[in-house]
Structures are given as C-alpha cells and as structure tokens.
C-alpha cells in the first residue's frame, strides 16, 4: 500500500480492494478473481490518469511534499558513483540539512550539493528536515571554490521548505550566508546545473539554485514563501494555502511558461514516489543533456549566460 494523499482516496479505495483480493487468489475461483483484479487494476489506473491529468497546485504541493518522494539521498545513490562526502564549513560546524561532495556522474567526475530531508523520525531531525543554517550555504560555497578550482561542472538538488529561520542561525548571519551561496553560484566559472526534485523554497533553495539550467521535476513546486507561511501574512490563516498556492504560480508548469526554469523532467503516474528509479533516469537524461550543451563553454561565457539568464527574468512577463 501507498501513502496516499487525501485527494487519491479514489484510488486508494480500489487498490485496497486489490490487495484484499490478492490474498484470495486461490482455489476455485482464482480465474474469477484474476479478471476482477483485472477489472480493478485497470479502473485504478484510470482514476489515477484523471486525478494527475488536473491537479490543482495545492495538489501538487501534497505531491511535492510527499514523504515516499525520492530524496537527494536517493538521486546519489542512482545517479552518482564514488560519492565522497566533504563534511564542514571551516568557520563553525557541519550541517546535515546539506548534502555535498565530489563523485563521477557518466564516468566523469561532477561536484554536488544537495538538501536532504530525511525520510523517518530520526533521519529528519538529523537532516533538520532539509533547512539549512548559515554553515550549510557556506559548505556550499566551499565546494563550489573547490569545483572552479579543479575545473569541475556542479550539481545541485534543491529540496527545502527554506532555509532554517532559527534565532542561532540568524546570530550566524543566515541572511549574509545565502547571498554569498548566491553570489559564488552566479560567478562559477565551470557549468552549474539545478534541479528542484521536490521543494524548492525562497532564499534557501535559491542560494544553491541560480544556476545555468534550472530543471524541475514535474510535480515539484519552487516559490518565494510557503503556502501556508503566505497565507499567514496576507490573510492572518494558514487554512487558506490553497488559495495562495493557486496565485503564486509556483509549478513546474507555470515556471516554464514563464521561462523561469529551463525544462520539466516527466514523472512517472502518480507521482516519483510511485517509480523512484523512472523517475531519477529520466532526471538523469535531462541533467546529462544541459551537462553536454555547457561543457563547450568558456569560463566567462558560461558566468555571462548565467547572468543574463537571471537579468531576462521578468521581462517579457
């Protein structure tokens, strides 16, 4: 069984009715039991393709969100081998919320920076449920330095709620950490290429994410603020996120009609939780496509595309 969303209890309802079956596949009467599975597998998938054919953005922000969603922990294990883990900002600790280190991506070797948000009790509040403090952006700046240094193109996973609003964190300059991330990814020298694989919000995505190719995942959302948060301050209701995520245009499919991002990765039915290993291929395809159009590019031509990029934002809108 699935976790599912409140919005999929149409299909919950008929898949449970399958597994009830499944148990009673015996017998007699398994060739009537069959063509019902039969029956039911189909009108499930069905009810699915209808649900994910118009899902509102408050919808997609349940999918975004959704705790069987592959995590960056996920992506490295599929997409990168000899992952070497760099741990530490060299002004004040480590910080788990940030994942980053240097591998080989297609054989060659690749830098990446990634949110992680941990998947149980113990691994979300180890990872501080993906939001980074100021010595989780200046790790990334680290290994961005390290990247440029050694002539090695980066990759980022973008998956936060934003960066960690805590008082120690604002003692430690939270603020000045995610601006310098920000300046280090717009003067790289070597490609830079994001991708937001879930949750991508405010500052605390962006400063890992103004990149030469941002990519989104088709059911990941990227904004300024949290529904909710946006709620709370236009409305003094946090109830009515709904109503703010549908007028932030914070999808996949909104940020490419606005030319914010640069192409949406297709997940599989239902959602990446429901085919982690279709949904990281195809990422992979599409992350290896942007890799191959960067590389030819010089140092300054890639820093000037990445500034005129962000510069166009806006324009045409």
């Not at 440029?148 to 008082?167: C, N, Q, S």
């Not at 003094?236 to 009609?257: H, N």
Request: glycine content about 8%; some cysteine; hydrophobic content about 40%.
């Amino acid at each position: 069984m699935h976790n599912y969303l409140d919005f999929e209890k149409p299909v919950a309802d008929l898949e449970g009715q399958i597994i009830e079956l499944r148990k009673i596949e015996t017998g007699e009467d398994a060739v009537k039991v069959t063509d019902e599975i039969d029956r039911l597998e189909k009108r499930s998938r069905e009810a699915l393709e209808d649900l994910y054919k118009k899902l509102t953005p408050w919808q997609k922000t349940q999918v975004a969100r959704h705790p069987d969603r592959p995590h960056c922990v996920d992506y490295l294990a599929r997409l990168i081998t000899d992952f070497v883990p760099l741990a530490g900002d060299r002004y004040f600790a480590e910080d788990y919320a940030v994942i980053a280190g240097f591998g080989r991506f297609d054989g060659a070797p690749v830098a990446v920076i990634g949110q992680e948000k941990g998947s149980d009790t113990q691994s979300r509040l180890k990872h501080n449920f993906g939001m980074a403090r100021p010595e989780g952006y200046r790790k990334a700046v680290r290994i961005m330095e390290l990247a440029e240094r050694f002539d090695i193109p980066v990759l980022t996973l973008v998956d936060t709620a934003g960066a960690y609003p805590g008082i120690g964190a604002e003692e430690r300059g939270q603020a000045e950490a995610i601006a310098r991330s920000i300046e280090a990814c717009l003067n790289l020298r070597v490609p830079l290429v994001s991708l937001v694989i879930g949750e991508g919000g405010s500052g605390g995505a962006m400063a890992i994410a103004a990149a030469n190719r941002v990519l989104m995942m088709e059911h990941s959302i990227y904004n300024v603020i949290a529904p909710e948060a946006g709620a709370s301050i236009l409305y003094r209701d946090a109830a009515r996120a709904r109503d703010v995520a549908q007028a932030m245009k914070m999808t996949a499919q909104d940020l490419m009609g606005f030319g914010i991002i640069d192409a949406m990765v297709e997940e599989p039915l239902g959602g990446a939780h429901r085919g982690p290993p279709t949904a990281i291929d195809a990422a992979a395809a599409q992350i290896r496509r942007s890799f191959g159009e960067l590389t030819p590019l010089s140092g300054e031509e890639l820093k000037r595309q990445r500034r005129e990029k962000f510069l166009a934002i806006g324009r045409n809108l």
